[in-house]
């Protein structure tokens, strides 16, 4: 069965410091990974997946098959990034499995 | 752009009331979906549709029902609210299925609380 786990709940950084949430996944067969992103206040949305290889936001996701590991990394953090992210692994056309999020806070 | 709404921001419920959440798109999307959103536990997959009149169950159906009459709209029942089934509700669509995933767009969502 298929399973995203993103072992941080919160992260905690201050402006200018490096990002990486961490994400890995569980998936027999060919994965596709995503990371979405909630704003406070704001609805769900998608920050990138990873067929782009596209930086959005000045975040960059690499996917690791060796590790499965698709972590997302931003080296100087923003205090407009601090918002809830999720990682999530695409399957079976359309079929999306998240992992339990991490709120990420960056402090001025 | 893309719109998914959701009819209620907040409801307040009692148990055993049987409760309608309604959701509608405006992009002629084929694939519907209900999550549910709990902290530590991210999203979890009530049920989704690929069509009208079509439903299929996600990770966690059980208390829930769901209902597909117009493309647009897709209905999540809760046929006897319970006060486990207190948690946010969002709604999402996508393209049809096959080839890649594609994105999903999701409503504000439904803060439910039952008492």
């Known amino acids: 069965a298929q399973r995203v786990t993103q072992p941080e709940k919160l992260l905690s950084v201050f402006k200018g410091a490096p990002v990486e949430l961490k994400c890995n996944y569980s998936?027999?067969?060919?994965?596709?990974l995503f990371w979405y992103v909630q704003y406070s206040r704001q609805r769900l949305q998608l920050l990138l997946r990873?067929?782009s290889r596209e930086s959005i936001k000045g975040f960059t996701a690499d996917l690791n098959k060796g590790e499965t590991s698709f972590h997302l990394k931003k080296p100087f953090a923003q205090e407009e990034d601090s918002a809830m992210y999720y990682c999530?692994?695409?399957?079976?056309?359309?079929?999306?499995?998240f992992g339990g999020g991490t709120r990420l806070m960056v402090k001025p | 752009d893309v719109k998914v709404t959701q009819s209620s921001r907040y409801l307040v419920k009692r148990t055993g009331e049987k409760v309608f959440l309604e959701c509608v798109q405006d992009?002629?999307?084929?694939?519907m979906f209900w999550y549910r959103q709990d902290p530590g536990l991210g999203l979890r997959l009530i049920y989704f549709?690929?069509?009208?009149?079509?439903?299929e169950k996600g990770d966690i159906p059980e208390g829930y029902s769901v209902s597909r009459e117009k493309k647009e709209r897709f209905s999540l029942i809760l046929e006897s609210a319970s006060t486990n089934q207190t948690s946010m509700y969002l709604c999402?669509?996508?393209?049809?299925?096959?080839?890649?995933?594609?994105?999903?767009?999701f409503g504000n969502g439904t803060r439910l609380t039952v008492t």
């Open positions: 999402a669509s996508s393209y049809p299925r096959g080839g890649d995933n594609s994105p999903l767009h």
């Open positions: 998936y027999s067969g060919s994965p596709e």
């Open positions: 990873h067929i």
């Open positions: 999530a692994l695409g399957w079976a056309g359309n079929m999306l499995t």
């Open positions: 992009m002629d999307h084929e694939n």
């Open positions: 549709s690929y069509d009208v009149k079509m439903k």
